[in-house]
C-alpha cells in the first residue's frame, strides 16, 4: 500500500505477486481467516488501481473485491477488545470503495467517485482512535484531488478542493499530501500570487527531508501506470 500511495506502479504490482515471507505454508494455514481474506482482496484493489492506471481493465479485480455498500454505513466497528476483527472488517470495506470510486474516475463518474471517497472518509471517521490508523491514507487527499482537478460536475473547484484538505490537516497535521493539494487549491483561488502561501510554506517544511518528490495529493489517481 505505501507504493501505491507513491505511485510506485512496478514496485506496487510486484509486492502483490509475493506471498509473504513463508510463502505456500502461509497461505494453506490462514486461507480462511478475515486476515487472509482481506489481505487477498486489497492485493486485488493494488492489482486493479495499477490497472486502471495503465489504461486497462480491472474487470477481474472488481469481480474478486465485490462492491461498496449501497446504504453508505458510517458507523463504529467496535473497540479492538469487542471486536477483534475490527481492522480486518474496515479494510475490506475500504478496499470496496476505493478501488470502485477509482473505477468509476477512469469512466468520468465523478459523482460516484466522490460520493464513494465521502462515505469511505465517513465510515473511517466514525472508527475509535487505533495506532496504526485504520487505512493507509485519508481519502479525502484524492477527493481534494478529484475536486480540483475536475469538480463536482466538470469544472475545477479550487473552494471545494481546500475544504477537503483543510478537514484532511485538523485530522492528521503536516501530512504532506495534504498539505500540497492545499498549497495548490490555495494557489488557483488566488491567482495574484501577491500572498506568501501558507500551505505551501508548510508542505516545505514538512517534505524538506523527504527522499521521495511528491507532486500531487493522490498519485494513485494522478499518476499513469505501464502495463502491468
Known amino acids: 500500500l505505501v507504493n501505491l500511495r507513491f505511485g510506485l506502479w512496478k514496485e506496487a504490482v510486484a509486492a502483490v505477486r509475493r506471498d509473504g515471507p513463508c510463502g505456500k505454508r502461509c497461505r494453506d494455514e ?10 487477498r482482496a486489497v492485493k486485488q484493489m493494488v492489482l486493479g488501481f495499477a490497472n486502471e492506471a495503465a489504461g486497462r481493465s480491472s474487470d477481474e479485480q472488481s ?6 455498500p449501497l446504504d ?24 470496496k470503495y476505493e478501488l470502485a470510486a477509482r473505477r468509476a474516475y477512469t469512466r468520468g463518474d465523478l459523482a460516484y467517485t466522490l460520493a464513494a471517497l465521502r462515505n469511505l472518509s465517513r465510515l473511517l471517521d466514525a472508527q475509535p482512535y487505533m495506532e496504526p490508523e485504520m487505512w493507509y491514507y485519508d481519502p479525502r487527499t484524492c477527493l481534494g484531488f478529484v475536486l480540483l482537478t475536475h469538480g463536482e460536475h466538470g469544472a475545477p473547484d479550487p473552494a471545494a478542493a481546500l475544504e477537503a484538505y483543510t ?11 495534504a498539505l500540497i493539494g492545499a498549497a495548490q487549491a490555495y494557489a488557483a483561488l488566488n491567482h495574484s500570487g501577491a500572498a506568501a502561501n501558507p500551505y505551501g510554506l508548510q508542505f516545505q517544511a514538512a517534505a524538506k527531508d523527504a527522499d521521495v518528490k511528491i507532486t500531487s495529493s493522490c498519485p494513485q489517481y494522478a499518476l499513469a501506470a505501464p502495463l502491468v
Open 30 to 39: 490462514l486461507q480462511n481467516t478475515a486476515d487472509s481474506k482481506v489481505h
Open 72 to 95: 453508505a454505513p458510517a458507523r463504529s466497528l467496535g473497540s479492538m477488545r469487542d471486536n477483534p476483527d475490527r481492522r480486518a472488517q474496515m479494510a475490506l470495506v475500504a478496499a
Open 167 to 177: 478537514a484532511a490537516l485538523s485530522r492528521r497535521p503536516r501530512t504532506p499530501w
Open 63 to 68: 469481480a474478486i473485491v465485490g462492491p461498496p
